[in-house]
């Protein structure tokens, strides 16, 4: 009863601004959508051109413009019923009557634009979610069948209706239909419903456009030829070659372009091709290798030589530069020099190369990269006493090269020392000041830079006065009991309090301190 109170509140603290918003947004969204559709229609019209212009060359894409077009209205139509549907459910009539005319109702024409438990019933309890859901991933599997398999992966990230996500609301994870219907106003759902069909048509042009460059690519017509040296990697290891493709741009397959470059050069003309080294291709491409040797950059010009359709040479310089690198990297613990077992100890790691473009190894160990060169090393126990070499490579091009490599010693993590409160640890100390710091800590030396929370799960208090050793007092947790507080107030003046069997917890084990006393003055 309680919560059904609750909800009523919840719909009548939907304000008459906000369910205006609402019908703003909608109307925003309608006109977007109609926009999208007529541009549309004009690119299904353009491929109509197309096809009476070039023929059977544009039979391919034209079909699957078609298949789209097919695809697409089905999907608007399967949304606009379920639109449709939702308003029947929550006003009895999914039609208003304007100057006369009976009409499809808008957001703006709901009656109970604020009822969320009939679009919740209709959408979650009847399955309408998950269907829409359904039908949507069915919909884009379809629609990227009609693209090339290498370009399909791009596509969909580009296409939205992203119906997979799931999503936190109070620590629980909830479905996309969950979160988008349930408990859902009428206003916001029949809105929602209205921006899947403007993201359909968004999905539908970004596949017109697509389609319409590869009846552009396969038509197109050059009015200028340049030759361009594609370098596998413009960075190179001292004893690496460097990898090059020199492509003929806008030649055909069938052509034999034969190269001439030489090292150290800016330009190359043809009368210095003497001196130049003479490569050859085959099927408009041609392997360019050059052996490297020392470091820094190095660059080159060359000549492609190509036949015209006339039979007549003709002549396109290129050049290009890049870098010999020496195989190096810098490795150097965050905190100090060695490594400390069953922690996470941060180090960075450095070399010639992007940060992103670099991995480490740590033989045994735990390595978790937290980006731009930073790693969390964790070292088992079992290697306390011993060293680790870690070992740094680099990512270069399609190869993998290791630049350097260091040793560290792994230490046991030092034990804390317990103290009470502020850190009082030995010494005369009066009752008040003992009562007023009743928590036993565990801290590390000033030379432990780590940051290492421990934990104090118990520790024993002891009095001894006049020789006189009272039972010990067990204290559960980091604090003084009532029982200890209570003896400390009471024991005479040169009464010696031992804390002892103090233990303590952290993220690298579970130890037992020295115990340290302060005698009450």
């Known amino acids: 009863m309680m919560y059904l109170v609750y909800t009523a509140m919840l719909a009548l603290n939907v304000s008459a601004e906000i369910l205006n918003a609402f019908v703003v947004v909608d109307d925003t969204l309608v006109t977007s959508t109609n926009i999208a559709a007529n541009q549309n229609a004009n690119d299904y019209q353009w491929f109509i051109g ?3 212009i070039l023929g059977a060359k544009v039979d391919e894409a034209y079909g699957k413009a078609q298949i789209l077009k097919k695809e697409s ?3 608007v139509k399967y949304i606009e019923k379920m639109r449709n549907d939702l308003i029947f ?4 009539d999914s039609l208003v009557e304007i100057d006369g005319k009976k009409m499809l109702k808008t957001v703006a024409t709901i009656d109970k634009k604020d009822n969320f438990d009939v679009p919740t019933d209709f959408m979650i309890n009847n399955g309408n979610a998950k269907k ?3 039908e949507i991933k069915k919909y884009k599997a379809n629609i990227l069948k009609l693209a090339k398999k290498e370009d399909q992966k791009r596509l969909e990230e580009g296409l939205g209706l992203n119906v997979d996500a799931t999503y936190t609301s109070d620590m629980n994870t909830v479905s ?6 349930d408990h859902i106003i009428a206003a916001a759902s029949v809105t929602l419903l209205n921006k899947m069909i403007g993201e359909v048509k968004n999905a539908e042009s970004m596949m017109l456009n697509y389609l319409k460059a590869s009846i552009s690519a396969d038509d197109f017509k050059f009015d200028q030829v340049n030759g361009r040296s594609i370098p596998k990697s413009q960075m190179v290891f001292s004893g690496d070659p460097y990898e090059a493709d020199i492509i003929v741009a806008a030649y055909d397959s069938k052509s034999t372009p034969e190269v001439w470059y030489k ?6 003309t043809e009368a210095g091709l003497g001196s130049a080294t003479k490569i050859e291709g085959e099927n408009g491409l041609v392997k360019l290798k050059i052996g490297t040797s020392g470091t820094g950059e190095q660059r080159y010009a060359g000549l492609i030589k190509i036949m015209d359709p006339n039979g007549q040479p003709r002549y396109y310089p290129f050049k290009d530069k890049y870098t010999v690198l020496s195989p190096s990297a810098t490795i150097a613990a965050d905190k100090m020099n060695v490594l400390y077992a069953g922690i996470a100890n941060p180090v960075s790691v450095s070399g010639p190369v992007a940060a992103d473009k670099l991995s480490v190894s740590f033989p045994g160990c735990n390595a978790a990269s937290q980006g731009a060169g930073k790693f969390n090393v964790n070292v088992p126990t079992s290697l306390i006493g011993k060293t680790v070499t870690a070992t740094v490579a680099a990512k270069v091009g399609e190869s993998t090269k290791t630049l350097g490599s260091t040793t560290f010693r792994v230490k046991r993590v030092p034990d804390p020392r317990g103290v009470l409160g502020a850190g009082i640890r030995g010494g005369k100390r009066s009752k008040a000041e003992l009562l007023a710091n009743p928590i036993i800590r565990a801290t590390m ?3 432990f830079v780590y940051d290492l929370k421990w934990s104090v799960s118990s520790f024993r208090v002891i009095l001894v006065s006049k020789g006189m050793e009272e039972p010990a007092i067990v204290c559960q947790g980091g604090s003084l009991s009532d029982k200890a507080k209570s003896a400390i107030q009471k024991a005479p003046a040169n009464t010696v309090v031992y804390f002892s069997d103090i233990k303590v917890s952290s993220e690298a084990g579970s130890r037992t301190l020295d115990e340290f006393s302060v005698r009450i003055r």
């Open 50 to 52: 197309q096809k009476t």
């Open 73 to 75: 209205d089905a999907m």
């Open 89 to 92: 459910a929550v006003d009895g």
């Open 132 to 134: 829409l859901k359904d």
């Open 176 to 181: 996309w239909e969950e979160h988008n219907f």
């Open 263 to 268: 090292m150290g050069a800016d330009t190359l």
């Open 445 to 447: 030396g000033d030379d």
